[in-house]
């Protein structure tokens, strides 16, 4: 008897941390966007990424082009995608080594890719998936850059913010 308790002592005391960890925590939820708010936060990052990368941008639409999503609660909302073109640079590597740590300074995790294309051009890219945008991709060859966009999902009418 006495060894069947030791046993199950391990397995009670883990238990009941588990259950006194997950009792005395709370859940904090971030406060939802409006989609005015996704898509200013989206147009900032853009921006400041163009400055930081230098050239003159091109965007590829006209204005944030919006779109219906779904909200983390749920809801129906509005994302904006907003994708740029610039003219290559001669350092490629070295432009996305500054965007990267630009996001990094504002606090976005990101990753980078150098990878060999089939004309033989290196493209160097980093993105970032995170708090600001719920995805954004920085793209670098000596023949062009591009950034593409999504915006994080705001609450929010789609109708709203079409243009008729």
Known sequence: MKHTIRQSAPAALILTIALVATGCTTTKKEPLLDAQQASDQMQS????????????????????SP??????????????????LAEGVDDPRAVME?????????G???????VKRADGKILHRVGSQDKVVDAIQFSATTS???IAVQS?????????????
């Open 98 to 106: 500054r965007v990267n740590q630009a996001w990094q300074d504002k």
């Open 108 to 114: 976005l995790a990101t990753r980078t890719q150098s």
């Open 144 to 146: 062009r850059m591009t």
């Open 45 to 64: 990052l853009v921006r400041d990424t163009m400055d930081v990368a230098g050239n003159k941008w091109t965007s590829m639409s006209d204005g944030p």
């Open 67 to 84: 779109d219906e999503c779904t909200t983390p609660d749920g809801t129906r909302g509005v994302s904006f995608s907003w994708d740029q």
């Open 152 to 164: 994080l999902c705001g609450t929010g009418n789609v109708d709203n913010f079409t243009q008729r």
